[in-house]
Nanobody
């Protein structure tokens, strides 16, 4: 069992930056691939970015376009989402999620993730 808690959300002006954190419980964190998803009001939850258990592989949604980066610290059981050059359209609830494997083709699939956090709100003002 893995429990995930996101933090770091808030209100930021367009062009600004935020760093989200996702703290995981459990001693097996380092064996999970981790992903970030987001959901805006009235829209479906969508994939943002993911990182493999070792940190050696990453997967990105097209809209990331070099603005967002993901990293992890297995010693701290934490994964990070660094968001730069934020836009109003990035406003959403951001969720981290964990899954037991890495795939080059399915990291964007919500159903492949085993555990989810409660999310943290990110609001970007214009």
């Amino acid at each position: 069992q893995v429990q995930l808690v996101e933090s770091g959300g808030g209100l930021v002006q367009a062009g600004g930056s935020l760093r989200l954190s996702c703290a995981a419980s459990g001693r097996t964190f380092s064996s999970y691939s981790m992903g970030w998803f987001r959901q805006a009001p009235g829209k479906e939850r969508e994939f943002v970015i993911a990182i493999s258990w070792s940190g050696g592989s990453r997967s990105y949604a097209g809209f990331v376009k070099g603005r967002f980066t993901i990293s992890r610290d297995n010693a701290k059981n934490t994964v990070y989402l660094q968001m730069n050059s934020l836009k109003p359209e990035d406003t959403a609830f951001y969720y981290c999620a964990a899954r037991r494997n890495w795939s080059t083709t399915s990291m964007a699939m919500l159903d492949e993730y085993d555990y989810w956090g409660q999310g943290t709100q990110v609001t970007v003002s214009s």
